[in-house]
């Protein structure tokens, strides 16, 4: 099992454009969770699915996030427009158990 | 999901035995104690759950007290990779998926 795939590793953008991050969850799980984590607030939960439906995004900061879960197999985490204070470490995870990816250093300019 | 309490930081000689505590004094009947860790520039790790009763597995002990109000991971001898951040969750467990917060954690040194 290659684990929970997460892509871009690293993203550069200008402040003002959209970004995709993109996660592939462990097949079988049911339960997808995305975080950010910056050094001032920590780990913080975003949103996560269950079997494809969102169950809690009270944690998406604002109208720019927003995030999706087509199938079992793949969610995206968009911003639309970026800005500089988006900028922090993305993690996607999946499971009951929460088995984390590597993560998507997002860097907006 | 009830809250804990960790201290923000505690060393371990390399070799000896890590006592990582964590109070949850708030904790309900059906919440679990959940450990992660993290290591500099990785996603947490999944370490150890448990309910009321110890639990063991390849890479830690879990203690929970009688009233379950406080707990403590035990990595029985520590290495140099143990270095890291660890956090103590308590959280419901359901295959339906609950939240998942984490707190600021004990960042873990472990010294040669």
């Known amino acids: 099992d290659a684990g929970v795939i997460q892509s871009p590793r690293h993203e550069v953008t200008e402040m003002g454009q959209e970004v995709t991050l993109r996660c592939k969850p462990i097949?079988?799980?049911?339960?997808l969770f995305w975080y950010r984590q910056t050094m001032m607030r920590g780990l913080e939960l975003l949103i996560y699915f269950n079997n494809n439906v969102p169950i809690d995004d009270s944690g998406m900061p604002e109208d720019r996030f927003s995030a999706k879960m087509p199938n079992a197999s793949f969610s995206t985490l968009k911003i639309q427009p970026s800005e500089p204070r988006d900028s922090a470490v993305y993690f996607c995870?999946?499971?009951?158990?929460?088995?984390f990816g590597q993560g998507t250093r997002l860097t907006v300019v | 999901d009830a809250k804990t309490t960790q201290p923000p930081s505690m060393d371990c000689a390399e070799g000896r035995a890590a006592n990582l505590p964590c109070n949850h004094s708030t904790i309900s009947g059906n919440e679990y104690v959940y450990w992660y860790r993290q290591i500099h520039s990785q996603g947490p790790q999944y370490i150890i759950h448990?309910?009321?009763n110890n639990e063991t597995n390849e890479m830690a002990s879990l203690i929970i007290t009688e009233d379950r109000k406080s707990s403590t991971l035990i990595l029985p001898h520590a290495t140099l990779r143990d270095t890291a951040v660890y956090y103590c969750i308590v959280r419901v467990y359901s295959n339906s998926g609950y939240a998942l917060n984490f707190g600021k954690g004990t960042s873990l040194l472990v010294t040669p």
């Open positions: 097949s079988g799980h049911n339960s």
């Open positions: 995870a999946s499971g009951t158990e929460a088995f």
């Open positions: 448990g309910l009321k």
